[in-house]
């Protein structure tokens, strides 16, 4: 399907294209007008190929997650056990930091597990046949959607076992969980990232914690500071330079995965 619309789309541009160039040519229209216009059209046409190609390889990796289901097994038994360990011990937790350093301790350790072998299908004698398939671009953006969209799930399942079985302090829970949302973006990129320097090495997952622990930091500690301050139902005002700090590591981590990931990929 989304061959068939980028093909639709192609046959489109092309032909628009044809029919300003003919009006160019006719005196209609100035050469100004017509090299905008093929500028536009060819960053169409590439950001549709780049859409499609990202399409492709995320219904891969979804088909390749639910086909083996090694990993998504674990990191849901490691969820769902770990939490309920924590029900038997306190059965009711109402101490909000004790609860927020719990979640976040979970939830780190999930995501860890959940990105480590992301690129496990993308490395070994298998590269060579992706190197010669997909460009890097495409690739990086989808494994960042992939883990971000898994680490949500987790966060959010997370969140409501918790929540369910031992109690929520949380009293801002609408911006706690923008918050959540956030902080689970910002773990998947950096997590993403790092297992893409890590797939180039022997050592995948004991390389992927080593890197993780001092570059999550950060994302740590301002999702941890916005947590509490939500737990204690403080609002927007005082939880804005959190969220905006959030975003901004996020973007920082895209930027650089999109410049020093075709490095890696050619190496």
């Known amino acids: ?26 005196g209609k229209g100035s050469a100004y007008e017509y090299s905008i216009v093929s500028i536009c059209i060819t ?12 399409l492709e390889l995320l219904k891969k990796d979804l088909v390749s997650e639910f086909r083996f289901k090694i990993s998504l097994n674990s990191i849901f038994l490691y969820v769902v056990a770990t939490i309920f360990i924590v029900y038997l011990i306190f059965n009711q937790l109402e101490d909000l930091k004790s609860w927020v350093a719990l979640y976040w301790i979970i939830l780190v350790f999930a995501s860890l597990n ?19 398939l997909v460009k890097a671009a495409p690739l990086i953006l989808s494994k960042l959607i992939f883990n971000s969209l898994l680490i949500l799930v987790i966060a959010f399942l997370s969140f409501g076992l918790l929540s369910l079985l031992i109690g929520n302090p949380i009293e801002n829970i609408a911006l706690f969980l923008l918050i959540l949302a956030l902080g689970s973006i910002g773990l998947a990129s950096i997590l993403t990232l790092i297992a893409a320097i890590a797939s180039k090495t022997s050592q995948n997952s004991s ?19 916005g947590s509490m301050l939500c737990g204690l139902g403080f609002g927007w005002e005082e939880c804005q330079t959190y969220i905006y700090s959030l975003g901004l590591i996020y973007l920082i981590i895209l930027a650089l995965s999109l410049i020093l990931f075709p490095y890696l990929w050619r190496s």
Do not use: D, W
């Open 114 to 132: 959940a990105s480590m072998n992301s690129f496990r299908l993308e490395s070994g004698r298998q590269f060579f046949y992706y190197y010669g």
């Open 207 to 225: 390389l992927t914690a080593i890197l993780a622990f001092p570059i999550l930091l950060p994302t740590l500690l301002i999702s941890i500071k």
């Open 1 to 26: 399907m989304p061959l068939l619309s980028l093909v639709i789309f192609s046959s489109f541009i092309v032909e628009y294209e044809v029919k300003v160039k003919h009006t160019v040519q006719l």
């Open 43 to 54: 960053f169409a046409l590439n950001s549709a190929r780049m859409v499609s190609a990202i």
